[in-house]
């Protein structure tokens, strides 16, 4: 797949030396070429006036005001393929989408593992036309958030936060998981072993497929550093691979979701990392995490979903 190979291309002859440093600083980046994005046909999005426009933060590119949701296939080497497909969805806050680090990256290393995997870029909240604007709207103060809840001190649970209207992202992932089924003969996909990974946001996506959508039968999940409260979990809910880092401000001393997947007796592996912060996708430089995809790897192979089986 050449298409990582691209995108990247295109960001060194268009931004200066600084603007590849590794720092939390947004620079501009012209739109990266997508040859083999997939239009998902779901529509625009309401009140969205400004057009898709690309930064870079943290050495990544990234992508914001998607209104055109697409999917990007990342198909494995011929005769590699076991069967599995993964739905990656990356990170962002539903503001934009950490294409590289939680997208391009996993697609590519899950590909390697035999399994065909597809980024889903789907359609985000509106931001501020302009690059400065965005950034002086992402470095605005946020409020702390209360503090989980600690039974032996006498500490109440927080209000669960207000609920996001994520129905363009469902419909996104809804038609990702129908062309996949649609296609699965020519990507030599088995419409049984269809699963999906989502970072933070992404992840948030994830867990909202699973629990909402009437029309994805996915076959296994992985939130990756995503919300960790209760769920309503259904009698039919998948097998979920979860992981956070100790020094994300998601976790907070949270179990919630594990504890529900395990009362509702659905198979669930948890990882706990020392460190790692938030958006380490792949991995970061001396974190405990960074042997996170190893472990998913190996549960993927324990749970049969890396045996070769041919597309049906």
């Known amino acids: 797949m050449n298409l990582k190979k691209t995108a990247f291309l295109a960001v060194l002859c268009t931004v200066t030396a600084s603007a590849i440093a590794q720092d939390g600083t947004i620079y501009p980046l012209e739109a990266p070429k997508e040859p083999n994005a997939i239009l998902l046909g779901t529509g625009g999005v309401e009140g969205q006036t400004s057009p898709e426009t690309w930064f870079r933060q943290w050495g990544d590119p990234m992508a914001r005001n998607i209104s055109t949701a697409t999917l990007t296939p990342f198909l494995p080497e011929p005769g590699k393929a076991n069967g599995t497909a993964v739905i990656v969805a990356p990170g962002g806050g539903f503001s934009w989408l950490s294409m590289g680090n939680e997208g391009w990256e996993v697609a590519e290393a899950l590909a390697k593992q035999g399994i065909a995997a597809f980024v889903l870029k789907y359609r985000l ?12 709207w992402m470095n605005r103060p946020r409020p702390t958030p209360p503090p989980a809840a600690d039974p032996s001190k006498g500490t109440p649970a927080p209000p669960p936060p207000p609920q996001r209207d994520l129905s363009n992202q469902l419909a996104d992932a809804e038609a990702a998981y129908a062309m996949i089924v649609n296609r699965a003969k020519e990507w030599g996909v088995d419409t049984n072993r269809i699963g999906m990974i989502g970072f933070s946001a992404g992840a948030g996506l994830t867990m ?4 909402h959508s009437k029309t994805m039968k996915l076959a296994f999940i992985g939130p990756i550093y995503g919300g960790m409260g209760p769920v309503e979990v259904p009698q039919d809910a998948p097998p979920m691979f979860n992981v956070i880092a100790t020094d994300d401000f998601l976790f907070r001393g949270q179990f919630g979701v594990i504890e529900s997947w ?3 007796g659905r198979p669930v592996e948890f990882h706990l990392y020392q460190n790692g912060g938030h958006g380490f996708g ?15 790897v190996h549960w993927l192979d324990v749970n049969g979903f890396l045996s070769a089986k041919a597309g049906k």
Not at 208 to 211: A, I, K, Y
Not at 290 to 296: E, G, M, V
């Open 282 to 296: 792949l991995g970061n430089p001396n974190r405990t995490s960074n042997k996170w995809f190893d472990a998913f």
């Open 125 to 136: 909240n509106p931001t501020p036309a302009s690059l400065e604007d965005f950034s002086a």
């Open 262 to 264: 395990f009362k509702a």
């Open 208 to 211: 909202h497929s699973t629990l």
